[in-house]
């Protein structure tokens, strides 16, 4: 019987999650020493001695067919190994198998069946073959409703992937305003969609600059209502000027075309990521040097 005390023995000694060392455990019949090879032909012992490093590379891409769109983004630890033939294999097949499936949650994507395991094994099984820490960070699926179509654009071999949905307006309408958001990174897709406190710290930060510009105080407040008006079109997609006739914004653009937006969902690969300053031309010579 596995208890409670074995799997945190073994978890102690390993560094492996809790659910990995209990399965360990259970496929060996509590034989602590038969349950580290298990984890370590797994390739699970390798993927924990790797969790504490940063990975902030990669690749974003999106997966799609007639009603139902992937995006997602998984991680790796340098820019060459984004560019590897197997790692962009693993994106797709991570993309492909949440396609057609009904996971929302990445709990329940994990947990995909993949090749009569899952998709947790699956990244497992590639950290220990690359040798570094693959991370999938996030993933979105949207399904379309009726006249709705996606927007589907792609940026620079996969470091930014943007899909939108539009209503009543046709793809190539929709790519367009895929390619806005990629180019021109709008914090929001709608005016609705700004926080409270973010528009009254704007409001806040333009009021005061008015007042020294030694405006009245009824000036000011209509100077600041213009400016925020101006700020919207900075962060909104769609009150932005659209890059291809910037005399209308792009929810005009959508709309002179017989729809409106939907849906917007932009991911640049390792935004929010606090990423690791190495000078690597330092690290090569110090080797270098200590031969």
């Known amino acids: 019987m596995v208890t409670a005390q074995m799997v945190k023995e073994l978890r102690e000694k390993t560094g492996a999650g809790m659910l ?35 990975a902030a590379e990669g690749l974003a891409g999106i997966y799609a067919n007639e009603k139902k769109a992937v995006i997602l983004e998984v991680n790796s630890e340098t820019d060459f190994v984004s560019k590897n033939e197997e790692f962009q294999e693993l994106v797709k097949e991570i993309g492909t198998t949440i396609l057609n499936s009904e996971a929302t949650t990445m709990d329940e994507a994990l947990a995909l069946p993949y090749n009569g395991e899952t998709l947790k094994d699956l ?8 040798g570094e820490k693959l991370s999938f960070r996030r993933f979105e699926s949207v399904s379309l409703n009726e006249d709705e ?5 792609i940026h620079m071999g996969g470091k930014i992937a943007s899909l939108v949905v539009v209503k009543g307006a046709n793809e190539e309408v929709a790519k367009d305003v ?3 958001q990629a180019a021109m990174k ?12 973010v528009v009254s710290r704007e409001r806040e930060i333009q009021k005061e600059a008015a007042m020294n510009e030694g405006k009245p105080a009824e000036i000011a407040e ?7 008006q101006k700020f919207f079109k900075e962060i909104c997609l769609t009150e932005q000027a659209f890059i291809k006739d910037s005399g209308i914004s792009v929810a005009t653009y959508v709309k002179n075309n017989g729809g409106e937006i939907v849906k917007a969902i932009r991911y ?19 080797q270098i040097k200590g031969n």
Request: charged fraction near 35%.
């Open 20 to 54: 990995d060392c209990k399965k360990a455990l259970v496929e060996t019949n509590g034989d602590m020493a038969a349950a580290e090879d298990y984890l370590r032909e797994k390739g699970i012992l390798k993927a924990s001695k790797k969790e504490s490093r940063i």
């Open 123 to 130: 990244l497992v099984a590639k950290i220990a073959k690359i």
């Open 149 to 153: 179509h996606f927007g589907i654009y």
């Open 178 to 180: 895929a390619m806005q």
């Open 186 to 197: 709008p914090e929001y897709t709608f005016i609705k969609d700004v926080p409270e406190s």
């Open 222 to 228: 209509k100077m600041v209502e213009g400016r925020i």
């Open 268 to 286: 640049e690969v390792g935004e929010g990521i606090e990423k690791k300053n190495d000078d690597f031309a330092a690290e090569v010579m110090s």
